[in-house]
């Protein structure tokens, strides 16, 4: 596995060490205890709030509609997922892509061409508590770390609907009905990922996890953004170079917003090598969205458990 490279030293703030880096590589995940704290947890719960607010009633001809996911329940579609939720009006989404706290870990884990590849909140809302079956977001050939980025607006706990990981699966794809068929939510070394407002979730997007049914929990709301190496993209896809390059055209919009809104804060330095460096074109505004044309797979165990990644 070509990995990226291993910070011995801690040189800017907020970069993985060693030692949690390996624990990823054997596990397929790692808990980051309150890795955003204060002002930049406090706008993104307010921004949390203000997404499901204004977008979840929008009508089908509302060009905004295209990007909210619902589910079905007993009672009908409900909800669950806004998806490029740095064009929704709320800059607290670009302050989180410009912080170390999101910037040192996706460095430290795919190296400085690190692109920002998905981004969307992910929520149940007061009662709701449908299962998330067991799956495998994106199988891929494993040359290089592809991890989700999950923020923690809420508290999840055992019970309430705490996501379940079962540990190194993510070495292969795996047959997710024989798992669900043979264990239930019970397999062998699975673990309830327990979590309060600020804690962080990575995962590999290979490793299996998912969450049982529970009946009238609370609110719970994840920020989730998904990373690869530039160089992983360019070997294996599924997109091409043109929308990599607008891809990182995020970063230095992120590291404006968080400078601007915290500028007594720590600030990551971007170490992007030049021949991925972009060039920002046009408006602000322009840059928000780059949708996704077609995706890598997932694995689950029937085709609608996990469609493919697209948007």
Not at 48 to 62: H, K, N, R, V
Not at 208 to 237: C, D, N, P, Q
Not at 269 to 291: C, T, Y
């Amino acid at each position: 596995m070509a990995l990226a490279p291993i910070y011995t030293q801690k040189t800017k703030p907020y970069h993985l060490t060693d030692e949690q880096l390996q624990f990823f590589d054997e596990n397929g995940y790692l808990i980051l205890r309150q890795w955003v704290t204060g002002d930049l947890l406090a706008r993104l719960q307010a921004a949390g709030t203000a997404w499901i607010d204004q977008f979840t009633s929008l009508p089908e001809s509302d060009p905004r509609y295209a990007d909210l996911r619902w589910a079905k329940r007993d009672n009908g579609r409900v909800p669950f997922r806004v998806d490029y939720v740095h064009n929704k009006g709320e800059g607290a989404s670009l302050e989180l892509l410009g912080s170390p706290e999101v910037l040192g870990v996706a460095e430290s884990m795919c190296g400085p061409n690190f692109v920002p590849t998905y981004e969307s909140m992910v929520f149940k809302q007061v009662g709701d508590g449908e299962a998330i079956p067991w799956h495998q977001d994106a199988v891929h050939p494993r040359q290089y770390r592809i991890f989700n980025y999950d923020l923690y607006l809420d508290h999840s706990q055992i019970g309430g609907g705490a996501l379940r990981v079962v540990p190194k699966t993510q070495g292969h794809k795996q047959d997710i009905c024989r798992l669900r068929d043979e264990f239930g939510w019970e397999p062998k070394d699975v673990i309830h990922v327990e979590m309060e407002p600020g804690d962080v979730l990575l995962h590999d997007v290979m490793v299996v996890h998912g969450s049982e049914h529970v009946l009238g929990k609370a609110l719970r709301r994840t920020i989730y953004y998904e990373f690869r190496a530039a160089e992983e993209i360019m070997e294996e896809g599924p997109w091409d170079r043109e929308w990599v390059d607008k891809r990182l055209r995020l970063i230095p919009i992120g590291l404006r917003h968080h400078k601007a809104t915290f500028p007594n804060s720590p600030q990551f330095d971007w170490q992007v090598s030049d021949e991925f460096r972009p060039i920002v074109r046009g408006s602000e505004a322009e840059e928000l969205k780059i949708a996704h044309v077609v995706g890598m797979p997932g694995s689950g165990c029937s085709a609608g458990d996990v469609p493919l990644k697209k948007g």
